[in-house]
């Protein structure tokens, strides 16, 4: 059974930084993609970044590119979103959410259509004040 669980969600000032932490099980020796997600009040959840198992290829939207960055640790079985730079219009909830495909090869590509990942953590809320 898969089991996904957020931290690192914080308040911030602009410009600030923050680390969030998704600690996974049941994911070891699957491949899959891992992402995270986000959701501010009234808005469609988005994609905001993506990585393959291997941690070969990775996904940014545009509104984050330059200043997030996703990363794992398989030994630890821990997805990771470094965020820098933080923008009043990153406030949301972020979600880590987990999608198995046995046929995802080294480096191909994760998407980011939210609808297509069945597992997903309780998300962490980042709230940053201008």
């Known amino acids: 059974q898969t089991r996904l669980v957020e931290s690192g969600g914080d308040s911030v000032q602009a410009g600030g930084s923050l680390r969030l932490s998704c600690a996974a099980s049941?994911?070891?020796?699957?491949?899959?993609?891992m992402g995270w997600f986000r959701q501010a009040p009234g808005k469609e959840r988005e994609g905001v970044a993506t990585i393959s198992y291997d941690g070969g290829r990775t996904y940014y939207a545009d509104s984050v590119k330059g200043r997030f960055t996703i990363s794992q640790d398989n030994a630890e079985n821990t997805l990771y979103l470094q965020m820098n730079s933080l923008e009043p219009e990153d406030t949301a909830m972020y979600y880590c959410?987990?999608?198995?495909?046995?046929?995802?090869?080294?480096?191909?590509?994760?998407?980011?259509?939210?609808?297509?990942?069945?597992?997903w953590g309780q998300g962490t809320q980042v709230t940053v004040s201008s």
């Open positions: 049941g994911i070891t020796g699957r491949r899959f993609c």
């Open positions: 959410a987990a999608l198995f495909l046995s046929h995802l090869g080294r480096g191909d590509y994760c998407t980011t259509n939210y609808g297509l990942y069945n597992n």
